[in-house]
T-cell receptor, first 116, second 113 residues
């Protein structure tokens, strides 16, 4: 059981280049999320998708776009990468995210992105 | 708004001693609280959660956490630390009625032999 799979694991981009981070989960979860992790900042939510067909902005959405391709897949796109987007990106999923429900999130292994 | 604070950047403890990693939270409603652990170059792993009920919650790898509503705290504890417990620990909170989870900045736990 793979859980949450992210690709690629590492990436170096030049300023202004674009790329898409891929995420897939095989747990039939409804909700999926993209976080970035920076030293001393913890994890900050970029975008999330509470259910297939919906996406919403999180705490730090600027410079990013997302696509919920189907129930399994949730991609994060950087249209024009900037050095400030150098970070470790984590995708996560959870069974349900209606406000009265509470299930833990499962995380992928992360993508380490460097923008030079 | 919801927020969580982990006041210690690092906690040092000797193997075999009890450990505590602190977490305080702020919500306007009822909190749902979580602890996660991250080993080097890995994703986050779920340890335990508090939803309702008993204030002492038991989780994976012998960890437990105590919910204290009056002090708005959810400290992570373990009676006897192992060197293999050394990792980065995150506390997270979600207020009832909110759709998103807010993480603390993390606490590095170092257990010395």
């Amino acid at each position: 059981n793979a859980g949450v799979t992210q690709t690629p694991k590492f990436q170096v981009l030049k300023t202004g280049q674009s790329m898409t981070l891929q995420c897939a989960q095989d747990m039939n979860h409804n909700s999926m999320y993209w976080y970035r992790q920076d030293p001393g900042m913890g994890l900050r939510l970029i975008y999330y998708s509470a259910s297939e067909g919906t996406t919403d902005k999180g705490e730090v959405p600027n410079g990013y776009n997302v696509s919920r391709l189907n129930k399994r897949e949730f991609s994060l796109r950087l249209e024009s990468a900037a050095p400030s987007q150098t970070s470790v990106y984590f995708c996560a999923s959870s069974e349900a995210w209606r406000t009265w429900e509470n299930t833990e999130a499962f995380f992928g292994q992360g993508t380490r992105l460097t923008v030079v | 708004a919801q927020s969580v604070a982990q006041p210690e950047d690092q906690v040092n403890v000797a193997e075999g001693n009890p450990l505590t990693v602190k977490c305080t939270y702020s919500v306007s409603g009822n909190p749902y609280l979580f602890w996660y652990v991250q080993y080097p170059n890995r994703g986050l792993q779920f340890l335990l959660k508090y939803i309702t009920g008993d204030n002492l919650v038991k989780g994976s790898y012998g960890f437990e956490a105590e919910f204290n509503k009056s002090q708005t705290s959810f400290h992570l504890k373990k009676p006897s630390a192992l060197v293999s417990d050394s990792a980065l620990y995150f506390c997270a909170v979600r207020d009832y009625g909110y759709s998103t989870l807010t993480f603390g900045k993390g606490t590095m736990l170092l257990v010395s032999p």
